[in-house]
């Protein structure tokens, strides 16, 4: 019972909080779970579903979506370059024949984390109000990264992660590697290099 009150009591918090930052921006819901498509790196179709995207009085569109976490890890995602979802939708709205006269630096990219109720947005979110903006591009390390195995796969080669890349995504991009906890693809994984080794 006290954990259904707990949860309830959290919803409430983050639907005040989130009303509270439209109000302040006098943000209009355009639409919630909108399906977007589009194409990547050497034309890769991709598609997503975004959570929320919001009409601004300036005419700029916000692209929102929610997490049910607290802004402190996606914050240090973010300022590494290494959060690729939601740049991903931005790309993505700008190719749909709905927003094709809205230039890309009109779109605003944003976080909603729930549990501390704070809203994270890239650079282009200074100057709204109820918001913490991170200082440069979001998602290019990430993309970066995508873009360099997606050229490599092209070429018919597949790399393979080394033991201690878990480690390395998550201490300095902020990223938990879920997928390399898994026995059938650490079973994959490339010894690294000992201090030995590289002397030989």
Same mark, same amino acid.
């Given at each position: 019972m006290s954990e259904r009150a707990n949860l309830a009591r959290e919803a409430l918090?983050?639907?005040?909080?989130?009303?509270?930052?439209?109000?302040? @921006?006098?943000?209009?819901?355009?639409?919630?779970? #909108?399906?977007?498509? !589009?194409?990547?790196?050497?034309?890769?179709? &991709?598609?997503?579903? /975004?959570?929320?995207?919001?009409?601004?009085?300036? !005419?700029?569109? *916000?692209?929102?979506?929610?997490?049910?976490?607290?802004?402190?890890?996606?914050?240090?995602? *973010?300022?590494?370059?290494?959060?690729?979802?939601?740049?991903?939708?931005?790309?993505?709205?700008?190719?749909? +024949?709905?927003?094709?006269?809205?230039? +890309?630096?009109?779109?605003?990219?944003?976080?909603?984390? #729930?549990?501390?109720?704070?809203?994270?947005?890239?650079? %282009?979110?200074? !100057?709204?109000?109820?918001?913490?903006?991170?200082?440069?591009? &979001?998602?290019? #390390? /990430?993309?970066? &990264?995508?873009?360099?195995?997606?050229?490599?796969?092209?070429?018919?080669?597949?790399?393979? @992660?080394? /033991?201690?890349?878990? %480690? *390395?995504?998550?201490?300095?991009? !902020?990223?938990?590697?879920?997928?390399? %906890?898994?026995?059938?693809?650490? /079973?994959?994984? &490339? +010894?690294?290099?000992?201090?030995?080794?590289?002397?030989?």
């Amino acid at each position: 019972m006290s954990e259904r009150a707990n949860l309830a009591r959290e919803a409430l918090d983050a639907a005040l909080t989130w009303g509270r930052f439209l109000t302040d @921006n006098g943000a209009q819901i355009h639409r919630v779970e #909108t399906t977007l498509s !589009g194409v990547y790196h050497l034309n890769v179709p &991709i598609h997503g579903r /975004a959570d929320c995207l919001l009409d601004l009085p300036d !005419g700029r569109v *916000m692209v929102v979506d929610h997490k049910r976490s607290s802004s402190s890890s996606r914050r240090k995602r *973010m300022e590494a370059g290494a959060d690729l979802q939601v740049d991903i939708y931005r790309r993505m709205i700008a190719t749909t +024949p709905e927003f094709i006269d809205l230039a +890309p630096d009109r779109i605003i990219t944003a976080y909603h984390c #729930t549990l501390d109720g704070r809203v994270l947005t890239g650079p %282009e979110g200074r !100057g709204l109000r109820s918001v913490s903006a991170v200082t440069g591009q &979001i998602g290019s #390390t /990430a993309d970066q &990264i995508v873009s360099e195995r997606i050229r490599t796969l092209s070429t018919g080669r597949l790399p393979l @992660n080394r /033991a201690s890349d878990g %480690e *390395m995504f998550e201490k300095e991009l !902020g990223v938990k590697a879920y997928a390399l %906890e898994n026995p059938l693809v650490t /079973a994959f994984l &490339i +010894p690294d290099t000992s201090p030995e080794d590289a002397d030989v």
